[in-house]
């Protein structure tokens, strides 16, 4: 089989002969860039002779092509996103299983780091298996050398509205049902399991099923971490210029009522322990920007 390279500066995509019914697999890519790179991408996508141009045989795959398809299947078809390096580097497909006749997702790590956030995956899909917050788990395996983690492939949209709503709340109560393990408090606050990252781009929408993907930094965190997650990261990202403490008034009457669920009036204990973390997080990541805000929201506190 031949694979077509399409290449960014951090990274490298392999697409397959696709057809229309299989084009959800461009959606690996999203032309983040600028003007020149949505340019040669919309090239890449309609015309096969730019394609052409970036073939490779299988057999020239720089990475452990038939491995992965022994793990996938010899009878699918794949795309793959090699992942931007680091120590995180992971290799992320889209494919088609001719077999079930069903498109999927799947992860494939080797790298140390990789392979703890492919394993915490695995284990969160278990724990939320048949609860409808997830895509199905199809296949997974730990071995001495990687992490494969294999899922229903969801078709859906983000948000409408990506600012705090009824529906962003209930699914963010839902999720507080569930834990990681049986050591349900930290210190004297209670605890839940917590996607880590529940934002917008990690919710799939498609009619009544609300499904969140990516879990990899999933834990058993203090109750209200992915509330104040979706409030904070959101005000910074769409309204960078707006104090995280309007934010966080702004939405206090969802906080409260977040909270009545667990017979919680005072959660102010709970938003340091959430605001603390994140200022750790994102000195370990080095994001100066998302750091200065929420530094200025534990002191502000």
């Known amino acids: 089989m031949k694979y077509y390279q399409f290449k960014t500066f951090t990274?490298?995509?392999y697409f397959p002969d696709i057809d229309s019914s299989k084009a959800y697999m461009y959606g690996l890519y999203s032309p983040y860039g600028g003007k020149l790179s949505k340019w040669y991408w919309s090239l890449f996508r309609r015309f096969k002779c730019v394609r052409l141009l970036t073939s490779v045989k299988e057999d020239d795959l720089d990475f452990p092509y038939r491995q992965i398809k022994t793990l996938t299947g010899e009878n699918t078809l794949l795309a793959f996103n090699m992942g931007s390096p680091g120590v995180e580097q992971k290799i992320s497909m889209l494919g088609w299983d001719e077999n079930r006749h069903q498109p999927f997702f799947a992860k494939f790590s080797q790298k140390p780091a990789a392979r703890a956030l492919t394993k915490n995956e695995i284990t969160v899909y278990k724990v939320l298996e048949g609860t409808g917050l997830t895509p199905?788990?199809?296949n997974s395996k730990n071995s001495e050398d990687y992490d494969f983690i294999m899922t229903e492939y969801v078709e859906g949209k983000r948000p409408k509205d990506r600012f705090m709503n009824e529906q962003i709340l209930e699914l963010a109560i839902k999720l507080s049902n569930f834990h990681l393990d049986d050591v349900n408090h930290y210190g004297n606050l209670l605890t839940c399991l917590s996607h880590g990252d529940f934002c917008p781009w990690n919710i799939l929408v498609n009619g009544d099923?609300?499904?969140?993907?990516?879990?990899?930094?999933?834990?058993?965190?203090?109750?209200?971490?992915?509330l104040f997650t979706y409030i904070c990261q959101v005000a910074a990202l769409f309204e960078s210029e707006k104090p995280l403490t309007q934010a966080i008034e702004e939405n206090k009457c969802y906080i409260d009522r977040y909270f009545e669920n667990f017979s919680i009036v005072d959660w102010r204990m709970y938003f340091i322990s959430f605001v603390e973390e994140k200022v750790n997080y994102e000195a370990s990541k080095g994001n100066s920007e998302l750091l200065k805000k929420y530094k200025e929201l534990l002191y502000e506190t």
């Open 11 to 13: 990274t490298s995509y």
């Open 136 to 138: 199905r788990l199809l």
């Open 209 to 226: 099923r609300w499904n969140l993907i990516d879990w990899e930094v999933a834990a058993e965190r203090p109750l209200g971490f992915d």
